[in-house]
């Protein structure tokens, strides 16, 4: 028995199961195939598989997907694809999150058995199972609508953000921010896929994770790493190699000034290398 059904704080399902919705088109362009790519001795999906099943929170763990080899790969390691997903829902324009809403209107047509769902994107491979469980636990203790895994920006100050004209004139984003010290300036976080949760009955009427009164769980940013771009993917794999994953298990990453500064020196090395 998954530990949703011993909890159903938050309404929206007589239950109080979980459902944990794995969204991976086939038509990734910027790193082709990266879904089911090698990484660390698995596809990539599979260690969000992994992470959801081991757990031990969810009582399905599905796939949403528009390619047949991404859903044998899925079902080969444990996840179920009990449909494939509507070609209008896999474009580079649909929010990820309507493909999740999908997913849970099929599977739960009635309104009769989850109260609570988490999408886990599959481009983000170094999330694990403690922080699913951690994840839940907030989010069940906050009575939340809906939840987003967030973390710091690290070494980059966002306040200091600016953009550049064709001119290449600088515009700061936030005024006179630019020039204050950091340590004046209060924490910003940054979204992550890794792991967001909402009320099955939100996420039905919202069709979106970004609703009022959201909240954020912090994720270490080792853990909470988006592969997007081929440089995301070196990044993702000197993180996994500083960390050892294959020898990982469930163990979490530390964060702090050393980690982040042992990291910068393994990619600069990486970089000088390449």
């Not at 960390?243 to 964060?255: I, K, P, S, T």
Request: overall charge negative; hydrophobic content about 45%; proline content about 5%.
């Amino acid at each position: 028995m998954s530990v949703s059904s011993e909890n159903s704080a938050g309404g929206g399902g007589s239950r109080g199961q979980c459902l944990a919705v794995i969204p991976a088109r086939g038509g990734s362009k910027r790193v082709p195939g990266k879904n089911i790519r090698p990484f660390f001795g698995l596809p990539a999906i599979a260690w969000s598989i992994r992470a959801a099943l081991e757990s031990g929170v969810f009582d399905r763990v599905v796939v949403s997907t528009d390619s047949d080899e991404i859903a044998r790969v899925a079902r080969d390691h444990g996840a179920e694809v009990p449909f494939v997903r509507d070609a209008a829902l896999a474009d580079d324009h649909t929010p990820v999150s309507a493909a999740t809403a999908d997913a849970l209107e099929r599977l739960d047509p009635r309104a009769e058995r989850y109260a609570h769902v988490a999408q886990l994107m599959a481009n983000c491979p170094l999330r694990d199972a403690n922080d699913v469980r951690g994840s839940h636990r907030q989010f069940l203790t906050t009575g939340a609508a809906a939840q987003l895994s967030v973390m710091r920006f690290g070494w980059q100050n966002p306040w200091w953000a600016m953009r550049r004209g064709e001119d290449f004139v600088l515009d700061p984003l936030f005024g006179d921010r630019v020039t204050a010290p950091s340590q004046s300036l209060p924490e910003l976080f940054c979204p992550t896929g890794a792991i967001w949760w909402a009320r099955a009955d939100v996420l039905r009427e919202a069709r979106t994770f970004h609703v009022v009164g959201r909240t954020g769980w912090e994720i270490s940013w080792q853990h909470g790493m988006d592969i997007d771009t081929e440089d995301d993917w070196a990044m993702a794999e000197l993180l996994a190699r500083h960390e050892g994953l294959a020898r990982r298990g469930n163990v979490a990453l530390a964060g702090g000034p050393a980690r982040r500064a042992a990291v910068a020196e393994a990619v600069a090395e990486a970089v000088d290398a390449r």
